[in-house]
Structure formats: C-alpha cells, structure tokens
C-alpha cells in the first residue's frame, strides 16, 4: 500500500517574472550580460524571463508632441511597443547598458523617455515593479556607476524600486568590464559576474520580501 504524505504542504513561492533589456545595438557584452542574468535567474530562483534586445530594431526618439498626454498612445508605432508589453508582464526590470561616453546609451535613453507614453496611458503603472541594472564599459572605471545611476533615477521618477547589489561585491548594479572584447571580455570577469549574481539575488529577496508580506 502506498504510504500516505501527512507533511503539511508548504506554499510554493511567487516566481519572479523578469524582463530583461540589452541597450546595446550590438549582439556582444550586454547581451550576453543580461541573457546570463535571466538565465541565472530562472536556474536559481524559477523566475519567468523575457528578453529584448535593441539590436536591429527600429526605436525612434520622443518627439514631445504630447500625442501620449493627450491620446494615451505613442504617436510612433515601432519597437517600443515590445518594450511596453515587457514592463506591463513584468515584477523587474533588469536594463544592461553599454558605457557610452560615461554614462548610459543613447538607445537606453530613448527607451526611457518612450516610456512617458507608457505612463500617460496608465498612471502609477510601473508603481511597485523593482528595478535593477546592470553598466559594462571597455574601461574599468568608465562610467558604469553614473550608467547606472540614471536608470536608478528613470526607477524612482516612474515609482519603480531600484535594486541594488548590496555593499561588498556589487553596491550599485552589477559592473563589467568589457575590455571592449565584448562577450568574451566580459565572460572573463568574474567580479562583473559575481555582482551580476548578486544584483539578481537581491532582486528576487526584495520581491519575496514584499510579496509574501502582501499576502
Ligand atoms: C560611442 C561609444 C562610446 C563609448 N564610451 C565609453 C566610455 O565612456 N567608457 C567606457 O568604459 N567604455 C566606452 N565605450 C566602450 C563600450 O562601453 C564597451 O565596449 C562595451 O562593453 C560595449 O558593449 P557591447 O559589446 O554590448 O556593445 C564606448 C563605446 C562606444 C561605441
């Protein structure tokens, strides 16, 4: 006879749903940085993941017409709209960006700023989803914390939490540096690596700790 289970039943945890953006129009260090972040995030902690890269597509500039204030839709009808439907799915956000002179891409960038239609159309939209992010640049010190920072900032501007990595490996984000040999320079980082794994980490506590304390 088989024998009967009377363990109580422990409530299976949320998993994460995370969407994952490579700011780089290139398929090299910040795309596998952040496929490598997704995919240790569904290894380690079941988390669902989507993925955009801006590699080929096609994303214009915010115009400021206001056609978003007014019509509660972008007046351009491109690539964004897969971003859109990202950040409407997902509890995170994790952005890679490459260093561009010190700071984030301009592809980053414009991203960014499409998402005031995303928020004229719903306010408080992103209310509550966590943010975390992660720099590469081809310098050592070139410009990852200030990358960072600005999406931090685009995380609070929006009422997103930003995510950090926590004090001792990955404060900010995570950091690579590239050495500007792309996803072989930043492969053989292994400090970029052990913040990127703890950004995650971090990540995936902070949306436990407010998940389980909702319900
Ligand atoms: C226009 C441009 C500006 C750059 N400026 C910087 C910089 O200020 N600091 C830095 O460390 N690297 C800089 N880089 C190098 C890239 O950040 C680096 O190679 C990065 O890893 C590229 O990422 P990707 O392989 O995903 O495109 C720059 C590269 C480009 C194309």
């Not at 709209?81 to 509890?91: K, L, P, Q, R, T």
């Not at 081809?138 to 990358?147: K, P």
């Not at 490996?169 to 995570?174: E, I, K, M, P, Y």
């Amino acid at each position: 006879m088989p024998k009967l289970n009377l363990k109580p039943k422990s409530k299976p945890k949320p998993k994460l749903k995370l969407f994952g953006i490579s700011a780089s129009p290139r398929i090299a260090a910040t795309d596998w940085i952040v496929r490598t972040g997704l995919g240790y995030a569904m290894d380690n902690w079941s988390a669902e993941t989507r993925y955009f890269s801006v590699h080929g597509k096609k994303l214009n500039f915010c115009i400021h017409c206001d056609h978003c204030i007014k019509e509660g839709e972008c007046i351009h009808n491109d690539a964004m709209n897969e971003v859109y439907s990202g950040f409407e799915w997902a509890d995170a956000i994790l952005i890679g960006t490459p260093v561009y002179q010190g700071t984030l891409s301009g592809q980053a960038k414009v991203i960014m700023d499409r998402m005031r239609a995303f928020v004229a159309r719903k306010p408080h939209a992103l209310r509550g989803k966590l943010g975390a992010v992660v720099a590469d640049g081809g310098d050592r010190i070139g410009g990852q914390e200030l990358a960072i920072r600005s999406i931090h900032d685009f995380y609070l501007i929006n009422e997103m939490i930003p995510v950090g990595g926590g004090a001792f490996g990955a404060n900010l984000g995570a950091t690579f540096w590239s050495k500007d040999k792309g996803a072989d320079g930043v492969r053989a980082d292994e400090e970029g690596l052990k913040s990127l794994y703890r950004t995650i980490d971090r990540l995936v506590e902070v949306y436990l700790l407010i998940k389980l304390k909702r319900h």
